[in-house]
């Protein structure tokens, strides 16, 4: 092989490396004033990001109801609405702009809705769904609390 194939294959090398990390493991980050860390996303992005939001906080709501009513159903109906199975398919350019501890508290938030669900229907205790509901809470504080979603200028 001469000198200027092995150039030309080293170039392209290095253009699909850095394509894999601009779309893999860049993450979109920047800190903001109140000391969170701000992820940057377009308004598609964001829009998925606050929509599954808003699909654990329905869900809360409704398994509160269920926990109050002793409605167990009600509490495994809503838990499995939110659990892993409910991640569907993320944009890999989205993940790729989500620090990786947002997205294992993600995953950690999906994984204990459905371990919830599961021990609703096993189990049918109120007081230790309640108790698994208040752990989970905790991530959905955490990540308020750590991270701030902006819309990028892109």
């Known amino acids: 092989m001469n000198k200027k194939c092995f150039g030309i294959i080293v170039l392209l090398l290095l253009v699909i490396a850095g394509g894999v990390y601009k779309f893999f493991f860049q993450e979109s980050i920047s800190n903001s004033t109140t000391g969170r860390t701000v992820i940057l996303l377009n308004s598609t992005e964001r829009d998925l990001v606050l929509a599954e939001m808003r699909a654990f906080l329905t ?53 204990k809705f459905d371990q919830l669900a599961m021990d609703a229907e096993d189990l049918g205790d109120s007081n230790h769904a309640l108790s698994q509901l208040s752990t989970l809470m905790q991530n959905c504080i955490g990540c308020h609390e750590t991270y701030q979603i902006n819309i990028s200028g892109n």
């Open 59 to 111: 869900s809360v709501q409704q398994i509160t109801k269920g926990i109050s009513g002793n409605d167990m159903s009600m509490v495994a109906e809503y838990g499995r609405k939110v659990g892993r199975a409910s991640q569907g398919e993320t944009p890999r350019t989205l993940a790729a702009k989500l620090p990786v501890q947002f997205r294992q508290l993600g995953f950690d938030t999906h994984t």
